[in-house]
C-alpha cells in the first residue's frame, strides 16, 4: 500500500547549489528560498556550516540563514548541515532550529568528504546531537554511498544499517539514505532498505536519490512501495556532491511531484509554482532546467 501524503525535504539551497563553480550570490540563495516557501515546500535544506575552504559555495552560510530566519514561513523547517560541533555552534548563533549530520557507509567517501573514519564520523556527531538536543534542535541524520561508492564500488546493504542504526540511537528523528552518484536501481534500492528497516523503522527513513543515471523516480516509487514517505529533492535537479565526481543532482522535485500527483499522494505542492522557480534559478544559473518534467511544462 502507497503513503497518503509525501513529505518532500528540498535540498536545492544546499545540495543543489553546493557544488556550482561560479559563487552565487546571497541574495540569489534567500530568494530561491522565498519561492521555495511560496511553491508550498514545507523543508527546505537552506545551506551548511562546513568549511569554506571544502565547499565555498556554502561560505555565506550564516548570512543565508540568518536572512531566511528573519521572514520565515510559518510551518516550514530550514535545516542547515553541521559535520561537527563548530559548525553546529555557528549554526545555532545564526538561529538554526533544525541541523543534519552526514556520515557514510564507505570509509574512502568518508575520508574525502569529512576527512576522518565512519567511527571518527559517528564520534563527532554525538556531541553535535548532544549539544542540538540540550538546545531543543531536531537532528536529522544521512549515510552516503548507500548503494555505491565513487571509490569502492558496490556498498554492502548491512553497512548502511549498521550506520543508520547508529544514527537513530544518537536521537536523530530521521535518516536519509543518500544514492550519493545515483548509482542505485530499484532492486538494489529495495535490498538495501529492507535491510536498514530491520534496524530503523520505515517511517524513521527518508530515500535521497540522485538522478546520474536517471533512475532516481524509479528508485523513488520502490521506495514508495516499501512504505517510504519522506523524499529529498532538488528544484530543476541542480546539484551534485563535490566529493563525487560526475555525479549530477538530486532528483528533481517536480518530478517526484509529477508522479506523487499522478498517484493521488498529497504533497502540498504547487506544480507550477515549482517549475515557475526552476526555470527562474536556472536562468540565474544560465542554463535550461535539467528535468523533464519542468521542460515539459514550460513547453506548454
Ligand atoms: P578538517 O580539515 O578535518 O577539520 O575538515 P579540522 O577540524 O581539522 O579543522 C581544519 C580547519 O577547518 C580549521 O580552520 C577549522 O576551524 C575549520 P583553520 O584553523 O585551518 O583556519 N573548520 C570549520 N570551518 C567552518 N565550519 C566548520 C568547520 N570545521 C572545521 N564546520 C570538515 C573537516 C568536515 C570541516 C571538512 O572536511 C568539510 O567541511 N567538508 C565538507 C563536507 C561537505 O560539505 N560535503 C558536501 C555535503 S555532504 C553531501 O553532499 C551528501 C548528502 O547530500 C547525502 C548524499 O547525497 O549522499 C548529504
Ligand atoms: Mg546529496
Same mark, same amino acid.
Given at each position: 500500500?502507497?503513503?497518503?501524503?509525501?513529505?518532500?525535504?528540498?535540498?536545492?539551497?544546499?545540495?543543489?547549489?553546493?557544488?556550482?563553480?561560479?559563487?552565487?550570490?546571497?541574495?540569489?540563495?534567500?530568494?530561491?528560498?522565498?519561492?521555495?516557501?511560496?511553491?508550498?515546500?514545507?523543508?527546505?535544506?537552506?545551506?551548511?556550516?562546513?568549511?569554506?575552504?571544502?565547499?565555498?559555495?556554502?561560505?555565506?552560510?550564516?548570512?543565508?540563514?540568518?536572512?531566511?530566519?528573519?521572514?520565515?514561513?510559518?510551518?516550514?523547517?530550514?535545516?542547515?548541515?553541521?559535520?561537527?560541533?563548530?559548525?553546529?555552534?555557528?549554526?545555532?548563533?545564526?538561529?538554526?532550529?533544525?541541523?543534519?549530520?552526514?556520515?557514510?557507509?564507505?570509509?574512502?567517501?568518508?575520508?574525502?568528504?569529512?576527512?576522518?573514519?565512519?567511527?571518527?564520523?559517528?564520534?563527532?556527531?554525538?556531541?553535535?546531537?548532544?549539544?542540538?538536543?540540550?538546545?531543543?534542535?531536531? *537532528?536529522? %541524520?544521512?549515510?552516503? !554511498?548507500?548503494?555505491?561508492?565513487?571509490?569502492? &564500488?558496490? =556498498? +554492502?546493504?548491512?553497512? $548502511?544499517?549498521?550506520?543508520?542504526?547508529?544514527?537513530?540511537?544518537?536521537?536523530?528523528?530521521?535518516?536519509?539514505?543518500?544514492?550519493?552518484?545515483?548509482?542505485?536501481?530499484?532492486?538494489?534500492?529495495?535490498?538495501?532498505?529492507?535491510?536498514?528497516?530491520?534496524?530503523?523503522?520505515?517511517?524513521?527513513?527518508?530515500?535521497?536519490?540522485?538522478?546520474?543515471?536517471?533512475?532516481?523516480?524509479?528508485?523513488?516509487?520502490?521506495?514508495?512501495?516499501?512504505?517510504?514517505?519522506?523524499?529529498?529533492?532538488? *528544484?530543476? %535537479?541542480?546539484?551534485? !556532491?563535490?566529493?563525487?565526481?560526475?555525479?549530477? &543532482?538530486? =532528483? +528533481?522535485?517536480?518530478? $517526484?511531484?509529477?508522479?506523487?500527483?499522478?498517484?493521488?499522494?498529497?504533497?502540498?505542492?504547487?506544480?507550477?509554482?515549482?517549475?515557475?522557480?526552476?526555470?527562474?534559478?536556472?536562468?540565474?544559473?544560465?542554463?535550461?532546467?535539467?528535468?523533464?518534467?519542468?521542460?515539459?511544462?514550460?513547453?506548454?
Amino acid at each position: 500500500k502507497l503513503p497518503a501524503a509525501v513529505r518532500i525535504v528540498e535540498m536545492g539551497p544546499r545540495d543543489g547549489l553546493q557544488n556550482e563553480k561560479q559563487l552565487v550570490s546571497t541574495d540569489t540563495k534567500v530568494e530561491l528560498v522565498r519561492r521555495l516557501e511560496r511553491a508550498g515546500l514545507k523543508a527546505i535544506e537552506t545551506t551548511s556550516f562546513v568549511s569554506p575552504k571544502w565547499v565555498p559555495q556554502m561560505g555565506d552560510n550564516s548570512e543565508v540563514l540568518t536572512r531566511v530566519l528573519a521572514a520565515a514561513a510559518p510551518g516550514v523547517a530550514y535545516p542547515v548541515l553541521t559535520p561537527n560541533l563548530k559548525g553546529f555552534e555557528a549554526a545555532l548563533a545564526a538561529g538554526a532550529r533544525e541541523v543534519a549530520v552526514f556520515g557514510a557507509a564507505s570509509e574512502s567517501f568518508s575520508q574525502k568528504n569529512i576527512n576522518c573514519s565512519i567511527a571518527e564520523s559517528l564520534e563527532r556527531f554525538r556531541p553535535v546531537t548532544e549539544a542540538a538536543h540540550a538546545a531543543g534542535v531536531k *537532528v536529522r %541524520g544521512y549515510v552516503s !554511498c548507500v548503494v555505491g561508492c565513487p571509490y569502492e &564500488g558496490a =556498498v +554492502a546493504p548491512q553497512a $548502511v544499517a549498521d550506520v543508520a542504526a547508529t544514527l537513530m540511537e544518537m536521537g536523530c528523528y530521521e535518516v536519509s539514505l543518500g544514492d550519493t552518484i545515483g548509482v542505485g536501481t530499484p532492486a538494489g534500492i529495495v535490498r538495501m532498505l529492507e535491510a536498514v528497516a530491520k534496524r530503523v523503522p520505515v517511517e524513521k527513513l527518508a530515500g535521497h536519490y540522485h538522478d546520474t543515471y536517471g533512475m532516481a523516480v524509479a528508485n523513488v516509487f520502490a521506495s514508495l512501495q516499501m512504505g517510504v514517505a519522506v523524499f529529498d529533492a532538488s *528544484v530543476g %535537479g541542480l546539484g551534485g !556532491c563535490p566529493y563525487a565526481a560526475g555525479a549530477s &543532482g538530486n =532528483v +528533481a522535485t517536480e518530478d $517526484v511531484v509529477w508522479l506523487l500527483n499522478g498517484l493521488g499522494i498529497e504533497t502540498g505542492i504547487d506544480l507550477d509554482a515549482l517549475v515557475d522557480t526552476a526555470a527562474w534559478i536556472s536562468a540565474q544559473l544560465d542554463r535550461e532546467p535539467a528535468s523533464r518534467v519542468a521542460r515539459a511544462v514550460l513547453a506548454k
